[in-house]
T-cell receptor, first 118, second 113 residues
Framework: GAVVSQHPSWVICKSGTSVKIECRSL??????MFWYRQFPKQSLMLMAT?????????EQGVEKDKFLINHASLTLSTLTVTSAHPEDSSFYIC??????????????FGPGTRLLVL | KNEVEQSPQNLTAQEGEFITINCSYS?????LHWLQQHPGGGIVSLFM???GKKKHGRLIATINIQEKHSSLHITASHPRDSAVYIC???????????????FGKGTHLIIQP
């Protein structure tokens, strides 16, 4: 149990286009989903926290108008990279938590999406 | 904001050796995560622990909350254990519910046959 999927796993796009990445919890309801990115040879970094039905909370330095996050249901969150540029090329990974709200929760990670912007 | 330090950064060992990876963090937490990342990038959650010790197969994780330190041990290491092992703690620990994580730089482990 507790499987998280991401789609697509790979995407190559031209500069200026928008790319949507989906994150799904397949066998549980995810109250909270997180979006992280990892540049080559660097640590994973939290981009934003998404709670179902409310606006995402973005970390400092992450442009909310560029990285649009939608968490419309308890099993799906989407990250849209708008007007992508080469510097947005990265590995984007989501995680999902059941969110009991009373204790620290295990996060279940998706397989990640590699984005290459030409 | 929590800071995470891991050591060693790189580790090469022979099959069968006992492996230890260390993690220290700067701010008190409710739980610490050990993760495994394979070359393709996929991440597997190995442990989440808030005190004491946990064991899963050949993997053992310990944490000392007072010293803000955790260790991940691998017994009877095998080439398939080769991966990046990452320690992660809550970025801003709210003490309840799910918090976004901040990660160590990872330990690149290679187990040679």
């Amino acid at each position: 149990g507790a499987v998280v999927s991401q789609h697509p796993s790979w995407v190559i796009c031209k500069s200026g286009t928008s790319v949507k990445i989906e994150c799904r919890s397949l066998d549980f309801q995810a109250t909270t989903m997180f979006w992280y990115r990892q540049f080559p040879k660097q640590s994973l970094m939290l981009m934003a926290t998404s709670n179902e039905g409310s606006k995402a909370t973005y970390e400092q330095g992450v442009e909310k108008d560029k990285f649009l996050i939608n968490h419309a249901s308890l099993t799906l969150s989407t990250l849209t990279v708008t007007s992508a540029h080469p510097e947005d090329s990265s590995f984007y990974i989501c995680s999902a938590s059941r969110g009991s709200g009373t204790r620290q929760e295990t996060q279940y990670f998706g397989p990640g999406t590699r984005l290459l912007v030409l | 904001k929590n800071e995470v330090e891991q050591s060693p950064q790189n580790l090469t060992a022979q099959e069968g050796e006992f492996i230890t990876i260390n993690c220290s963090y700067s701010v008190g937490i409710s739980a610490l995560h050990w993760l495994q990342q394979h070359p393709g990038g996929g991440i597997v959650s190995l442990f989440m622990l808030s005190s004491g010790k946990k064991k899963h197969g050949r993997l053992i994780a310990t944490i000392n909350i007072q010293e803000k330190h955790s260790s991940l041990h691998i017994t009877a290491s095998h080439p398939r254990d080769s991966a990046v092992y990452i320690c992660a703690v809550p970025l801003l620990d709210s003490g309840g519910g799910a918090d976004g994580l901040t990660f160590g730089k990872g330990t690149h482990l290679i187990i040679q046959p």
